[in-house]
């Protein structure tokens, strides 16, 4: 049966990325993006603000909604210091099992725990299942119609502490406008707005930091 294009971004990654060389395997997702088949990774223009937030933050422990095949899985975990705990949550199985793949070619699978399902259902658990107090930075990259869902039961668990950092990719192009309105006007967070573009594309979008405050 025909492949997948999660399949088929494995096989150029595979074929064009070096072993153990996140930065060539990050290259070779974002050529496959530009030159054969368009696919929703971050890509390389927003994920240059990924990587300066990250490294600005510097976290110790990470929460990422939205594995998808693990590019920015990959971005995230080559900037992070020894010991720090990154989880990444999948909801489709496929998506995932490309992703566990992609992460393990570029060495850093010590540095991540995939975990597959809703981020609903996660969420609730993850300080009984994972040992986690609070996540020093969030990247939300999942259904758009789960970030305010989702932001409401990090506040609910007690997932956030003051200062920790929420990073929401897509709030323009599809579009997040009630966790926008949700984060631009609680007065428990700072929020900024990072204009760029949809991956691999001119079409307008960007990326929301924001800052939770206590
Ligand atoms: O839809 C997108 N991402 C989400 C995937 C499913 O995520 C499912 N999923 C992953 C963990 C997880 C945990 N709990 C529930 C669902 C959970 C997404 C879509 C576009 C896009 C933009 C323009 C278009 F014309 C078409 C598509 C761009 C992006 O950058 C995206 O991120
Ligand atoms: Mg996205």
Request: charged share 25%.
């Amino acid at each position: 049966t025909r492949s997948t294009r999660p399949q088929r971004m494995l096989k150029a990654v595979q074929k064009n990325a070096i072993r153990g060389n996140p930065e060539s395997v990050i290259s070779a997702i974002d050529y496959f993006c530009k030159h054969s088949e368009w696919a929703m990774n971050v890509g390389d223009e927003k994920g240059c603000i990924l990587d300066s937030v990250v490294t600005e933050v510097d976290p110790s422990t990470v929460l990422e909604l939205g594995t998808y095949c693990g590019y920015s899985t990959v971005r995230i975990a080559r900037l992070l210091s020894p010991g720090t705990k990154f989880i990444t949550v999948e909801f489709n199985p496929a998506s995932a099992e490309v992703a566990r793949k992609i992460i393990a070619y570029a060495g850093l699978q010590d540095k991540v725990t995939l975990v597959e399902g809703a981020s609903g259902d996660l969420i609730p658990q993850i300080k009984k299942l994972y040992g986690i107090t609070t996540f020093d930075f969030i990247f939300l990259d999942h259904w758009k119609d789960r970030y305010l869902p989702d932001i409401k039961l990090f506040e609910e668990y007690g997932l956030l502490r003051k200062g920790s950092v929420l990073l929401a990719d897509n709030v323009i192009c599809p579009g997040t406008p009630e966790y926008l309105e949700y984060v631009r006007n609680s007065p428990r967070y700072e929020s900024r707005y990072y204009p760029s573009h949809l991956e691999y594309t001119k079409v307008e979008d960007g990326l929301e930091k924001s800052l939770f405050l206590g």
